[in-house]
């Protein structure tokens, strides 16, 4: 992917030219089952794993979004979707995500775990319990109900996990305690998956995005630059600069991470933590 005009295009305030997505075929002939499909990341994965080959299922409780992904998917290539309304707090529509992939493509390849809430932003010493549960209910244990229902195919396809983390576990800033407190649960439970799915030859792995240049993040840069009366590129230009690499990752490239982890390229990498976030944070 190139990206030499990336930086340019974000501080201009204009959005970046979608790139050309990488035809690689590490993923030909895999099928892959994405959870959190939005307008955002869960997108990209969507669209990056069928570039490289995929057939991918598309899993998230608004349908018209997953309806949405799917049609870019074809416009772009046609590679097989289904799509497959899902909560994953709900173990019934979770078995049945994982009773439809079966029927329609009869094998799972990797299974994407992106869907999480955001608890609340409060200091922890007066913050909402209420909200801390669920989004433990959904970022831990729904993540976890996802792979216990995929690990016997994943088992059979000697498959792999993918757990979308947050830079978030890299900091201890004020009001991200919360997030950080669901965040860091995860990650734990997915190095104790790596370890006890690895015999079965199923890879567990994180990847864990910092700021992610989205519709979000511009609409959240726009608010910010609003309260301090200053421009949306300046707002940019001070987060980029905490960066060695001066800028914001695109969507796409935290996907192309995540589609390297669901290869064989990364047939020898299991329980490992990779950060993408343009070096704000060294580990």
């Known amino acids: 992917m190139d990206n030499s005009g ?18 690689t075929g590490l993923l030909a002939d ?7 499909i939005g307008p955002g990341l869960g997108r990209s994965i969507a669209l990056e794993a069928a570039a490289a080959g995929a057939k991918v299922v598309l899993a998230a409780r608004t349908e018209s979004r997953l309806k949405e992904v799917a049609e870019e998917i074809a416009a772009e290539g046609g590679a097989e979707t289904l799509c497959v309304p899902t909560d994953i707090t709900d173990e019934a529509t979770v078995r049945n995500l994982a009773t439809r992939t079966l029927e329609t493509f009869g094998r799972v390849d990797a299974l994407v775990n992106n869907a999480f809430k955001v608890p609340s932003m409060k200091p922890l010493a007066r ?5 801390i549960r669920e989004s433990v209910d959904l970022t831990v244990l729904g993540n976890l109900r996802m792979t216990q229902a995929f690990t016997d195919a994943l088992a059979d396809t000697e498959g792999s996990v993918v757990m979308v983390s947050s830079m978030v576990l890299r900091h201890s800033e004020p009001r991200y305690g ?15 998956l790596a370890t006890e799915l690895g015999e079965k030859g199923i890879r567990v792995n994180s990847v864990l995005p910092g700021y992610i240049w989205t519709d979000q ?7 910010i630059a609003k309260k301090y009366g200053i421009t949306e590129e300046q707002v940019y230009q001070q987060t980029a600069a905490k960066s060695d690499l001066k800028r914001l990752p695109l969507p796409d490239e935290i996907a ?15 329980g490992q933590t990779i950060d993408v976030n343009c070096g704000e944070y060294h580990v």
């Open 6 to 23: 990336s930086s340019r295009s974000h501080l201009s305030g204009q959005a970046p030219e979608t790139p050309h997505r990488l035809k």
């Open 30 to 36: 895999k099928v892959v089952v994405v959870s959190g």
């Open 127 to 131: 913050t909402d319990f209420e909200q």
């Open 178 to 192: 919360s997030y950080k407190v669901a965040k860091a649960a995860l990650l734990a439970m997915s190095q104790t």
């Open 217 to 223: 993040l511009k609409w959240y840069f726009s608010e």
């Open 256 to 270: 192309q991470t995540i589609v390297f982890l669901m290869s064989p390229w990364a047939n020898a990498i299991t």
